[in-house]
C-alpha cells in the first residue's frame, strides 16, 4: 500500500528562531490531520538540529532540501548524508528544480547522491519536472519520463521502496499556475508506468507520488482526489502552518 504524504519544502526562508516556531506550530496542529497522512518538512540546513528537537517524538518527519554528492572530506560547503543523519534527519529532497537550474545538478549527479542517502537509512524525495518551453513543445513525457529512467533506473525496487517521487512542473512552482488536476493526473500516470515497465507492477503500484506547483488550501483537494496523486511537496503554503495543515486536510 503507497503512503499518502504531505511534504513542505521551506526552501531559504525563515531564520533558525522563526522556523522553529513554525515547527512547533506544524506539530501542534499536526494532530487534527489523521494518521494515514505523513507530514513531513523540509528544512535549511542550519534548521535540522533545532527542528529536530522540536519534532523528537512527533509524527512530523524531518527533510533536509539537498545532501552531498560525496561521502565526506574535502568539500568545503557541503553536507553529508552521515551529517544529515547524525543532525536528526529522516529524509533529503533530490533534485528540485531550483537546484537543477541553479546549482547544475545533473541526473549523474543525483544518481550519486541517491545512493549515498539510501545507504545511510535516509528516504529520498526525487523531484522530477518539465520547463515551461518543454511543456509548450509537448516534450512533458519525454523530459519526465528521461528523469525517471536516468536516475531511477540505477536501483533496485528495494531501494524504490525508500524513494518518493514528486512531480514538480517547473512552469507551476513558485508563480501562482497550478497545473490542472488533469494535467497533473496524467503525468503521474506516465511516470507509475515508467516505473511499472522498469520494476514491475507492484513497486509501481507502492510508490508514492507527490504533486508540486503552486499547491494551497484552495486547490489541494482536486489534485489529491486523482488516482495516481498521493500527496503534495508544498513550497509557499508551507510557510504557514495553518496553510500546511489545511491542505493535508483536504484528502
Ligand atoms: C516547491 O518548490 O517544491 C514548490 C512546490 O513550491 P510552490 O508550492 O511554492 O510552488
Redesign the pocket.
Known amino acids: 500500500m503507497r503512503k499518502k504524504i504531505v511534504a513542505g519544502?521551506w526552501?531559504m526562508n525563515t531564520t533558525v528562531p522563526e522556523g522553529v516556531e513554525l515547527a512547533k506550530a506544524v506539530k501542534e496542529k499536526s494532530a487534527a490531520v489523521p494518521a494515514g497522512i505523513g507530514l513531513i518538512v523540509a528544512v535549511p540546513f542550519t534548521h535540522i538540529v533545532p527542528v529536530s528537537e522540536v519534532l523528537k517524538g512527533s509524527r512530523v518527519g524531518l527533510s533536509a532540501e539537498n545532501c552531498a554528492d560525496k561521502e565526506k572530506g574535502a568539500y568545503t560547503g557541503e553536507v553529508s548524508v552521515d551529517m544529515l543523519v547524525s543532525a536528526g534527519c529522516n529524509y533529503t529532497i533530490l533534485g528540485?528544480?531550483?537546484r537543477r537550474q541553479y546549482y547544475g545538478e545533473t541526473d549523474e549527479k543525483l544518481v550519486a547522491k541517491t545512493r549515498l542517502a539510501l545507504d545511510a537509512g535516509l528516504g529520498v524525495i526525487l523531484?522530477v519536472g518539465e520547463n515551461l518551453s518543454q511543456r509548450e513543445a509537448g516534450n512533458h513525457f519525454k523530459v519526465v519520463t528521461e528523469q525517471i529512467e536516468n536516475v531511477l533506473f540505477n536501483f533496485t525496487a528495494e531501494d524504490l521502496s525508500k524513494i518518493i517521487v514528486?512531480y514538480?512542473p517547473v512552469w507551476?512552482?513558485?508563480?501562482g499556475k497550478t497545473a490542472t488536476s488533469d494535467q497533473a493526473e496524467e503525468i503521474h500516470a506516465c511516470i507509475r508506468k515508467v516505473i511499472a515497465g522498469k520494476f514491475g507492477e507492484k513497486a509501481a503500484d507502492d510508490v508514492t507520488i507527490l504533486y508540486?506547483?503552486?499547491?494551497?488550501p484552495a486547490n489541494a483537494k482536486e489534485l489529491f482526489a486523482c488516482p495516481d496523486i498521493d500527496g503534495?511537496?508544498?513550497?509557499?503554503?508551507?510557510l504557514k502552518a495553518d496553510d500546511f495543515i489545511q491542505i493535508a486536510l483536504s484528502y
Open positions: 519544502n526552501k528540485h528544480s531550483e523531484c514528486a514538480e507551476a512552482i513558485g508563480t508540486g506547483g503552486s499547491c494551497k503534495g511537496l508544498i513550497g509557499g503554503a508551507a
